[in-house]
């Protein structure tokens, strides 16, 4: 890990060092990514099953799971998988249970109600990574507030072969249909359709570059009617840590986003010069120790730990980066909170590692990545449904701001949005 002495360097430096490796824009990706898009408007189904042959070197006879199937996936998985996976679930459901509304219902004026409602997306698709790890914990992320929500349809789509706890969970939250592809031809397969998989309205999930710039390209795509979660980037973590943390556990935290893929970024933000030595030693002694230690090594080649003069200066660096994940190691960690204006989720002192958020806490695993965490929020039960506004107004409520409309609308020159109020002002009771 390259460290930096913050001070020290230009407003330039500082961008610098607080930059990620770029995340869409090569002509290479979006040209292919087109191209597969394509092929599954054209083709449907058979591009799903040549490029799965292809890309996954799998023969799928059928893209969606049976009941049989999924009976028998289920079957097979191990007892106490089940049972972290119900544990883990029962928490999850039990935070975003919480978080239902109700609904708004104001008088702006005697006679003019309004109110806001929400209702839940109809159809939404849930896209489920493949590779080198199952991610299992991502199923209960999407599904169960997508099942607390009460939307309709639940599609969830993966690439063969299908891990068996990934059908497990899925059948555990109310998936409705489980089907075999990935990349972004899956996310093709949910925005436009094809014979055996109905278009969804909105698709959440995370996903590699490929599956990122399908979700970018097809949610500007006339042919489909979707909107997506929010925009990602690979994994990453910053760390603010005093004198008083843990070495190990902040090497701990730092490797458990390094070890995610070559592109995860980890970052180490300190005021302690000795801190920052401790964990450099810490994190090449944990390293050894890890089967992915090869992906966590590239990941180390672009992060930092950055010195700083004080917390507050801390903070400020955070907020500039913008974090997936922001852990807090320090004296008094929720002093800070008030501070940080810009991460995906927070984690405070030294017994809470991100990794509880990935898995069991309750509090949802998909954030944004790539410093959009200053605008954009963490996924919860809200971005499964639609909020609207119904206003009802009575003759005296028309009367209470008729007047205001009517002029509002001739100062825009719009006479017919006035003529609509005065043609009911002057009509008889």
């Not at 292809?54 to 999924?70: G, P, R, S």
């Not at 097979?76 to 972290?84: H, Y």
């Not at 501070?339 to 509090?363: H, K, N």
Request: proline letters at 5%.
């Amino acid at each position: 890990m390259e460290r930096i002495i913050w001070s020290a360097l230009t407003v330039n430096e500082q961008n610098s060092a607080l930059a990620r490796s770029p995340l869409t824009g090569n002509a290479t990706l979006t040209e292919g990514v087109s191209r597969i898009i394509e092929r599954v408007a054209n083709d449907g189904d058979m591009a799903l099953r040549q490029m799965a042959r292809e890309f996954d070197k799998a023969e799928l006879e059928n893209l969606q799971l049976t009941e049989n199937d999924i009976s028998t996936a289920c079957q097979r998985v191990r007892p106490e998988l089940k049972q972290a996976i119900d544990d883990a679930a029962a928490n999850i459901q039990a935070f975003h249970q919480a978080q239902r509304t109700e609904v708004i219902s104001v008088e702006t004026r005697p006679g003019v109600h309004c109110e806001l409602r929400s209702e839940p997306i109809d159809s939404v698709g849930l896209y489920i990574p493949g590779g080198s790890a199952p991610l299992i914990s991502t199923v209960l992320m999407l599904a169960i507030p997508a099942q607390i929500s009460g939307c309709r349809r639940k599609a969830l789509i993966t690439p063969p072969p299908v891990d068996d706890a990934i059908v497990y969970a899925a059948n555990a939250c109310g998936v409705d249909e489980i089907y075999l592809s990935g990349g972004a031809q899956a996310i093709a397969a949910l925005a436009l359709g094809t014979q055996s998989i109905a278009s969804v309205d909105k698709i959440f999930g995370p996903g590699n570059a490929w599956v990122t710039e399908a979700k970018r390209q097809l949610s500007q795509d006339s042919r489909a009617r979707i909107t997506i979660d929010m925009p990602a980037g690979p994994s990453e973590v910053l760390v603010i840590a005093d004198s008083s943390a843990n070495p190990e556990f902040v090497a701990a935290d730092l490797l458990s986003q390094a070890e995610h893929g070559p592109d995860s970024q980890v970052i180490l933000v300190t005021d302690s010069p000795s801190l920052a030595s401790m964990v450099e030693e810490a994190v090449s002694s944990q390293l050894d120790q890890l089967p992915r230690a090869d992906i966590a090594r590239q990941a180390l080649e672009c992060s930092r730990i950055i010195e700083v003069d004080n917390l507050l200066m801390a903070a400020e660096v955070s907020n500039r980066y913008g974090p997936e994940h922001l852990i807090v190691q320090t004296q008094s960690p929720r002093d800070l909170l008030p501070q940080l204006r810009a991460a995906g989720s927070i984690f405070l002192g030294p017994w809470t590692p991100e990794s509880v958020g990935d898995y069991a806490s309750g509090t949802n695993h998909v954030l944004p990545t790539y410093g959009y965490a200053a605008s954009v929020s963490s996924l919860s039960l809200a971005d499964f449904s639609r909020r609207f506004t119904v206003q009802e107004l009575s003759r005296k409520g028309l009367d209470q701001i008729g007047q205001t409309v009517m002029t509002l609308a001739a100062a825009e020159q719009l006479d017919a949005h006035r003529n609509a109020v005065k043609v009911r002002m002057e009509a008889n009771q």
